[in-house]
């Protein structure tokens, strides 16, 4: 399948009942990044299709922003096929984790620090996720300028590699309080990506964006 920016896949599936796309994506680096696993169904569908990509590539990182099933729900079943690979998360959804047994060696990060890998840096940023508020974690790859945004930059229907036109301050502004109630928090972390200027943006839901 081709790469939906420079050496990111993207792997979708849609749910009509909602109108709902989920994504999950493969930075096909030296030392593979999987982005979220999707839930249980979803993984069992995606394991193939990364073998296929990573052909004799072992999958290295597994980036988890928060503890939700269509971030983490298919973990297991990745680690099963993947042994080697590492969940990247925050200290809360490492305790979420292993509150449900997964007890795999995890790398937890904090806002502000990075994973540094061979041929790519993941820059980490405060993620008060809609779930209870708990500390999730959003990250930019900084050399291609990709910004991983979670469900904050989401948008309904159908969108297996689409990729459209936006500017990075409207979809700051339109991070509405569905997303992250608290208002204050809101505001701290729009002013934080503010500070930002990536170039694509690639998002848990909805077709990914290329930055005008």
Known sequence: MPTIYQDLF???????????????????ADEPLLVHTGNIQQAT???PRLKAELKDKVLKYIFISHFEA????????ILDHFPEAKPVCSEVTARQLGGFG????????????????KDFTLEFFSYPSEMH???????????????F???LMIR???????????IWQTEINNIRAEQVPDPD????????????????VAPGHGPCLKLL
């Open 10 to 28: 993207q792997f979708s599936s849609h749910v009509p009942l909602i109108d709902l796309s989920f994504h999950q994506y493969l930075l096909s």
């Open 45 to 47: 569908a995606l394991v």
């Open 70 to 77: 269509d971030e983490c729900g298919g973990l297991t079943h």
């Open 102 to 117: 997964l007890t795999n060696e995890v790398i937890i990060k904090k806002p502000g620090e990075e994973l540094n890998a």
């Open 133 to 147: 508020l708990w500390e999730g974690l959003l990250a930019k790859e900084s050399q291609r300028g990709i910004f």
């Open 149 to 151: 945004s979670s469900d």
């Open 156 to 166: 309904f229907g159908e969108a297996d590699g689409t990729v459209v036109e936006s």
């Open 185 to 200: 928090q809101r505001t701290k972390l729009q002013q934080t990506l503010g500070r930002l200027n990536p170039r694509f």
